[in-house]
């Protein structure tokens, strides 16, 4: 149990820490976010896609992390 | 003359502070949401017949999402979002659960799930909290959920971290094939007095995500959910066959903790084209892992219109106590011949159309936009299926 819980610290954090280096990144005034105000840059699921969401939580083992369902209903049938 | 003066001084400006905090406190519909999707899969592997034997399940779902905005005196955005879920859907697998009853635990079975979310929104601390609570029900399963979240943006809103935690506390009623009932346990159906087991499910998850402006084209979000359940993990209909041809219902340990890391990465290239790419790493100590990419490209094909031509791809490994139809030993401590949760690929591909003409789609003002979508599903253990979804927007 130990040494999975290590295998997963470690993968979140080889994952998480590039990510915090981010912080150099160029300063993006708000007159000049016209592209990335777009619908289609937000950064999540579209709505249309929420029952297809729901069928990969039923349909497939991996879930989460999507902008989808966590839990709540048993997808048994 | 110069009390008179003073006193409709005061009154105006009472009238206009009164203006002001009824302008302020005004609740306003900001939007309407209305999805309605069909579904349909077939294949040959139903976990409920061992995994052998029909998937055919086909399932009509609507939803109405209602976003209601309101600023208080600290002018504050509040935003009340209630949303209700209904799917119909019939399953050829479910069906056989219990030939003999026709009134069997879900031949075909309607599943409601509304939720209600409130976030407050502060300008000045650049913070959003909120809350929401959602309920699940279908004939043999009930679900209540609680979610909190917090968001906090930097200065230049280009960087965001948010953070949230929540817990459903499940409970399924125990419906068992009919061969493998105990004496005097009931079948579940309408009508059956005899009794039948209660068994909870709980889930918990938090979430981290944090999301960067990289620059005027460019935007990334990072997410890490670790999720955690605990009760009855298997479903207590799924029949299990064993080498030596004897039969049982699947077992699986009671608890399970899953931890999914997404990235997604969207970037406009040029002034009509947006490539919206997701990556997810996902592992549980079940022993399974899985690697799933996304990728879509919407086209701005006018002003007011776009097509979103995607693919999305999945691969996972088995979990350890996955195996196929006749293959475990019944010395095996946890066994299922669920596919679900089996190795394999599996491939969706389609597209959506989206219209939203400035005067609202067919002249009608409060409809903003429109959107068709379809896919086409396919995995390598040969089930297969089709998902059309329409999505209107009020506003």
Same mark, same amino acid.
């Given at each position: 149990m130990k040494k999975r819980i290590r295998t997963l610290s470690v993968t979140a954090l080889s994952i998480t820490l590039p990510i915090l280096g981010l912080s150099a990144c160029v300063s993006v005034k708000e007159y000049q976010k016209s592209r990335i105000n777009d619908?289609?840059?937000?950064?999540s699921a579209r709505k249309s896609e929420k029952f297809e969401q729901n069928f990969y939580l039923y349909r497939e083992g991996a879930a989460g992390a999507n902008g989808g369902k966590s839990g709540g209903g048993c997808g048994c049938n | 003359m110069s009390v008179g003066l003073l006193l409709s001084l005061w009154r105006a400006g009472y009238a206009q502070q009164e203006k002001t905090s009824y302008e302020t406190r005004k609740l306003k519909v900001k939007e309407v949401n209305l999805v309605s999707s069909y579904y349909q899969q077939d294949g040959n592997k139903s976990a409920v017949t061992g995994g052998i034997g029909t998937e055919k399940l086909s399932d009509y779902a609507q939803s109405i999402d209602l976003v209601l905005k309101a600023t208080d005196q600290r002018h504050r955005q509040h935003t009340l979002a209630f949303d209700l879920n209904i799917d119909h859907y019939t399953s050829a697998s479910s069906d056989r659960?219990?030939?003999?009853?026709? $009134? /069997?635990? !879900?031949?075909s079975d309607t599943h409601i799930y509304p939720s209600i979310t409130w976030n407050i929104h502060d300008d000045v601390t650049r913070t959003t909290r909120g809350i929401s609570f959602s309920y699940s029900t279908e004939y043999d399963y009930k679900s209540y959920g609680v979610n909190l979240n917090f968001v906090k943006a930097s200065a230049g809103n280009n960087r965001e971290i948010s953070l949230k935690a929540g817990a459903f506390f499940d409970t399924w009623s125990v419906i068992l094939p009919p061969e493998l009932r &105990?004496? *005097? %346990?009931? /079948?579940?159906?309408? *009508?059956?007095?005899d009794p039948i087991a209660y068994k909870p499910r709980n889930s918990y998850s938090a979430g981290l995500s944090l999301s960067q402006?990289?620059?005027?084209?460019l935007q990334v979000l990072l997410t890490v959910e670790p999720a955690f359940q605990q009760g009855?993990? !298997?479903? &207590?209909?799924h029949r299990m066959y064993f080498k030596d041809g004897s039969e049982t219902v699947e077992r699986l340990p009671g608890s399970r903790l899953k931890l999914p890391i997404g990235f997604r990465l969207h970037y406009f290239l040029g002034d009509h084209v947006v490539l919206r790419t997701f990556y997810r790493y996902y592992i549980d100590d079940w022993g399974m892992q899985a690697h799933t990419i996304n990728v879509e490209t919407p086209v701005k094909l006018s002003s007011f219109a776009s097509i979103s031509p995607f693919y999305r791809y999945s691969h996972q490994t088995a979990v350890r106590y996955f195996a196929a139809y006749?293959?475990?030993? &019944?010395?095996?401590?946890y066994y299922t011949s669920d %596919?679900?949760? $089996?190795g394999f690929n599996s491939q969706f591909v389609g597209a959506g159309l989206r219209l939203a003409p400035p005067g609202g789609v067919? *002249?009608? *003002?409060?409809?903003?936009s429109a959107e068709l979508r379809y896919g086409h599903y396919v995995r390598t253990t040969g089930m297969v299926a089709n998902s059309l979804t329409l999505l209107v927007k009020l506003k």
């Amino acid at each position: 149990m130990k040494k999975r819980i290590r295998t997963l610290s470690v993968t979140a954090l080889s994952i998480t820490l590039p990510i915090l280096g981010l912080s150099a990144c160029v300063s993006v005034k708000e007159y000049q976010k016209s592209r990335i105000n777009d619908a289609d840059m937000e950064l999540s699921a579209r709505k249309s896609e929420k029952f297809e969401q729901n069928f990969y939580l039923y349909r497939e083992g991996a879930a989460g992390a999507n902008g989808g369902k966590s839990g709540g209903g048993c997808g048994c049938n | 003359m110069s009390v008179g003066l003073l006193l409709s001084l005061w009154r105006a400006g009472y009238a206009q502070q009164e203006k002001t905090s009824y302008e302020t406190r005004k609740l306003k519909v900001k939007e309407v949401n209305l999805v309605s999707s069909y579904y349909q899969q077939d294949g040959n592997k139903s976990a409920v017949t061992g995994g052998i034997g029909t998937e055919k399940l086909s399932d009509y779902a609507q939803s109405i999402d209602l976003v209601l905005k309101a600023t208080d005196q600290r002018h504050r955005q509040h935003t009340l979002a209630f949303d209700l879920n209904i799917d119909h859907y019939t399953s050829a697998s479910s069906d056989r659960i219990d030939p003999l009853t026709v $009134s /069997s635990a !879900s031949r075909s079975d309607t599943h409601i799930y509304p939720s209600i979310t409130w976030n407050i929104h502060d300008d000045v601390t650049r913070t959003t909290r909120g809350i929401s609570f959602s309920y699940s029900t279908e004939y043999d399963y009930k679900s209540y959920g609680v979610n909190l979240n917090f968001v906090k943006a930097s200065a230049g809103n280009n960087r965001e971290i948010s953070l949230k935690a929540g817990a459903f506390f499940d409970t399924w009623s125990v419906i068992l094939p009919p061969e493998l009932r &105990p004496e *005097g %346990y009931g /079948s579940g159906a309408e *009508g059956d007095r005899d009794p039948i087991a209660y068994k909870p499910r709980n889930s918990y998850s938090a979430g981290l995500s944090l999301s960067q402006v990289i620059n005027k084209r460019l935007q990334v979000l990072l997410t890490v959910e670790p999720a955690f359940q605990q009760g009855l993990l !298997s479903t &207590p209909f799924h029949r299990m066959y064993f080498k030596d041809g004897s039969e049982t219902v699947e077992r699986l340990p009671g608890s399970r903790l899953k931890l999914p890391i997404g990235f997604r990465l969207h970037y406009f290239l040029g002034d009509h084209v947006v490539l919206r790419t997701f990556y997810r790493y996902y592992i549980d100590d079940w022993g399974m892992q899985a690697h799933t990419i996304n990728v879509e490209t919407p086209v701005k094909l006018s002003s007011f219109a776009s097509i979103s031509p995607f693919y999305r791809y999945s691969h996972q490994t088995a979990v350890r106590y996955f195996a196929a139809y006749g293959q475990h030993a &019944p010395t095996d401590r946890y066994y299922t011949s669920d %596919y679900d949760i $089996s190795g394999f690929n599996s491939q969706f591909v389609g597209a959506g159309l989206r219209l939203a003409p400035p005067g609202g789609v067919l *002249g009608v *003002g409060h409809w903003q936009s429109a959107e068709l979508r379809y896919g086409h599903y396919v995995r390598t253990t040969g089930m297969v299926a089709n998902s059309l979804t329409l999505l209107v927007k009020l506003k």
